[in-house]
Structure formats: C-alpha cells, structure tokens
C-alpha cells in the first residue's frame, strides 16, 4: 500500500510543534506560531492529575475545525475514553500512538477510531524491531517516528550516534511501506539553536524530513535546515531541464550522470521548494 501523502512532497509538514494539553493559553499560541502542524499533547507533558482536565480543554478545542491541522498525542495506546471522546471531532486531524510496540496496537486504536489517521511513536527497541510491521498494520497509519527520550533509557546510550541505527532503520521503514519520510524527534534543549541546526542537518543526512519541536523559537531553525538551498533548487531545476529535453540516461556538462530516479528526486526537491512560496 502507499500512502496518498507519499507521492506529494510539497504538502509534507516540516514543522510539528508539541504544546501541553492542560494549557490553553500555550495551545493558542502554539496555532498562531506558523507551525505546519500543532501536537496537543495529553501524555508526557501533562501531570497524571491534570490528564482528565487537558482533555476536557483538548474536546472543546476541537469541538470546531482549526486552518493549522491539530494531532493529539494520546495519554496512552491504551486510553480509550480519550481515544473514544477524541476520534469523532471535526477539529482533530489526527492521533498520535505513544509507546507502540507492535501492529496490533494500531489496528485496535483504529477500531476505536474509524476514518481517523494515526501516528505510531516507537519508543524502545522492541518497537524499532517492529517498525515495519507497525507501519504497514493497517491503511490508517500516515506516518511514524521515533520516541527517542524513552528510546535512550531503553537502549542505555548516552552518546547521540548511539541512536543513529534506529534513526535510519525507521526511516527505511517508513519509505518501504509507503508513508512519508518520518520527522525527527525533538531537540530538548530550546535554548541550543545551533545545536538543533547540526542535529536537523545529520537528520537530513538520514533521510529525515522535518522536526518536531517543543517552542516556537525552533521553528524557523528547522524550516531552513529542511528546505533545499538556493544551490540544490538551481541542481534539480538543471536535471529536469535536460530531463524534458532527453528522457534517457545521460550526463550533464559538469559530469552529474542523470537517470530515472536522480529525475524523481530532483523533482521531489522543485515541489517541496515551491510548497513554501505559496
């Protein structure tokens, strides 16, 4: 199967900006921040005593549709009174899974939640191992990624190559069953600008598009770190010039040999470039 959203780049999210469900104050905020999509969040930022209160506010947020797409990220896979109060409102674009560790969990949410997408985060090992049994459970999965705080305290690493492995493996996952590249996980240091920029540009380097984030501040270091330079929207514009002109294979003057999927990738890079001038 493969996804619908697999074969648009220019309508992939670069921005995903989590804010807490218990505050409405900073969910309003977060809508007016320019982020592509907007994360309530109804687990790790919100204390237990507060979950029943983040979703009452979160219902009445999304008693109503919003312009910026709002996910939800679940208190767990297994809540069903938020899975049940959340699914049938107008204003929710999607559910995110904490904690997944196997297909079944997918196909019991979405049971519990006809007609509506859903984001597995795979957070320990075990899920890694499951990636693409995950996310291939079923056609209401439209993406996945990595959970990478519980991720380290599961494997033990400490040092961020450590989780260069799982990085890559979920994104192999991801592109083999059709879905969209995944977004990285957050950078947790807000304050660490450069540091996000080199970690977005190693993401990139694995095949990651986009980033989740935690404040608005790293929305703007994210959607530059994403988006095609100047150099490489000029590289594909020239590959699809010489395309049109020869379909076959063939080198450019510079050298680049040109084949059917050097093609799609430029194209790829032309449609996520002109996603962000309109």
Do not use: N
């Not at 905020?29 to 979950?51: F, N, Q, T």
């Amino acid at each position: 199967m493969t996804s619908p959203a697999a074969a648009t780049p220019g309508a992939w999210p670069l921005t995903w900006l989590y804010a807490p469900g218990d505050r409405p104050d900073v969910v309003a905020k977060a809508l007016a921040s320019g982020a592509d999509v907007v994360i309530v969040d109804l687990e790790d930022a919100v204390p237990p005593d507060r979950r029943a209160y983040a979703l009452a506010a979160t219902t009445d947020l999304l008693s109503s549709p919003h312009p910026v797409p709002v996910h939800v990220r679940l208190p767990s896979a297994h809540d069903t009174t938020a899975i049940t109060a959340l699914a049938p409102l107008p204003g929710l674009a999607a559910l995110r899974v904490p904690k997944v560790t196997h297909g079944t969990d997918i196909g019991r949410i979405a049971d519990l939640a006809p007609g509506v997408p859903l984001h597995a985060l795979l957070e320990s090992a075990l899920a890694v191992e499951h990636a693409h049994a995950i996310a291939t459970a079923h056609p209401a999965v439209r993406g996945i990624a990595l959970g990478e705080a519980d991720l380290r305290a599961d494997l033990g690493v400490h040092d961020d190559r450590g989780l260069d492995w799982p990085r890559s493996r979920v994104v192999v996952a991801a592109r083999a069953a059709g879905l969209p590249p995944p977004a990285q996980s957050v950078h947790p240091d807000i304050r660490d600008l450069d540091g996000l920029a080199a970690s977005c540009a190693h993401g990139r380097a694995l095949g990651f598009l986009g980033r989740a984030a935690i404040h608005p501040r790293q929305l703007p270091v994210i959607e530059r770190a994403y988006l095609p330079a100047p150099g490489e929207i000029a590289a594909a514009e020239e590959i699809v010039k010489a395309a049109a002109a020869d379909a076959g294979a063939q080198a450019l003057p510079d050298g680049r040999f040109v084949d059917a999927a050097v093609v799609a990738a430029a194209h790829r890079t032309l449609a996520l470039a002109r996603s962000r001038r309109t």
